[in-house]
């Protein structure tokens, strides 16, 4: 059974950082995307980050520049640090994998999804 555990979450004051993990057993990730996706209260679910097995790696315009995904393949890890976090980051925050292939901004491409961390920034 393939199971995405997320990490990290909490509440935080604006301009504050955080630094998401999420640990994936029961498969490998090696050759295929992981990433994270999250959603605010009342509204869809968005992609925020995506990292492909060569570490090529995509944002959401909203956090360019101030979120960076990394992965450890070794670990079967990928994280989600987040700088500069504003009001607009608060969301239940979702790691995502692929069965294989690179990212994608859709969330009907990935596979397997964790229960999700949630993010509260506070102003």
């Known amino acids: ?26 498969r490998t990730f090696s050759n295929a995307a992981m990433g994270w ?14 990292i492909g097995w060569t570490e090529y790696s995509e944002y959401a315009d909203s956090v360019k520049g101030r979120f960076t995904v990394s992965r450890d393949s070794a670990k079967n890890t990928v994280y989600l640090q987040m ?3 504003n009001a607009e980051d608060t969301a239940v925050y979702y790691c995502v994998g692929r069965s294989a ?9 990935y596979e397997y999804w964790g229960q999700g961390t949630q993010v509260t920034v506070s102003s």
Request: contains cysteine.
């Open 1 to 26: 059974q393939v199971q995405l555990v997320e990490s990290g979450g909490g509440l935080v004051q604006t301009g504050d950082s955080l630094r998401l993990s999420c640990a994936a057993s029961g």
């Open 37 to 50: 996706f999250r959603q605010a209260p009342g509204k869809e679910r968005e992609f925020v980050a995506g």
């Open 83 to 85: 700088n500069s976090l």
């Open 101 to 109: 292939g690179g990212v994608r901004r859709s969330s009907g491409a």
